[in-house]
């Protein structure tokens, strides 16, 4: 059975005045042709310090994510292996530890080592697979990411990764602009702070793009299969 438009994880924050007010924006939510899936910033510094609350890594591990990457992990590594046993491209972006003072952010900054940016080793990329560096929060903005989009025929985007209020909202924002239809997975999605997760993910969902369910989108990959 479809889920409602409104069925996500912002229920319990949004009221229903505000609901009345972003009711045009209600419609049809759909995985479009010729995905590709964009995973950004899966790297090691969002997991560092373990399943443990955000506020607890944080104290030790600046930028951890924590649980709320943790909880993230299997419905990824669900949804990676559905999009390739469909021969849908999976896509990653990261960066290079901080050298030239250009930050995606406005957040203090540490000198860091630069394994803190390799993929996290459960979701890292196969032999292959491409990934875009960048230097703001977008993954598209100085980079070739839509060079290699067209060049791959690709006309919609799954996105996932991290953090939601940030570097997803960003390459989002951009993919809207750029004429990419583009779903964003729930379970696949997060963020150091929940409320900013949840506010976040109901913004984009009603302005830029269609917020889906990991067994919705994982459903629709499996379904491409040859």
């Not at 995606?104 to 292959?128: C, Q, V, W």
């Not at 697979?129 to 290699?148: D, N, Q």
């Not at 067994?215 to 990959?221: K, S, T, Y």
Request: one cysteine or more; hydrophobic letters at 35%.
């Amino acid at each position: 059975m479809a889920r409602d438009f409104e069925d996500h994880c912002w229920k319990d924050i949004i009221t229903p005045e505000l609901l009345e007010i972003y009711e045009p924006y209600r419609r049809k939510v759909y995985v479009g042709p010729k995905p590709a899936i964009l995973a950004i910033d899966l790297y090691n510094k969002a997991y560092q310090g373990g399943n443990r609350p955000v506020i607890e890594v944080n104290r030790e591990f600046s930028g951890s994510c924590g649980e709320n990457a943790w909880k993230a992990i299997d419905p990824t590594k669900q949804m990676f292996a559905a999009a390739r046993a469909a021969g849908v491209p999976v896509i990653y972006s990261t960066r290079h530890a901080d050298t030239s003072g250009v930050n995606s952010t406005n957040r203090s900054m540490r000198k860091e080592s630069e394994d803190l940016y390799g993929i996290f080793p459960d979701l890292a990329p196969h032999p292959g697979e491409l990934v875009i560096y960048k230097e703001r929060a977008s993954a598209f903005f100085g980079t070739p990411l839509v060079a290699h989009l067209r060049l791959m025929g690709i006309e919609s985007l799954i996105i996932c990764g991290e953090s939601t209020s940030g570097c997803v909202r960003a390459s989002t924002v951009d993919a809207y602009s750029y004429g990419f239809h583009s779903v964003l997975v729930e379970e696949c999605t997060y963020d150091r702070s929940m409320l900013s997760h949840k506010v976040n993910l109901f913004d984009l969902h009603h302005k830029y793009a269609d917020v889906m369910h990991a067994d919705e989108v994982i459903g629709h990959l499996n379904g491409m299969q040859k």
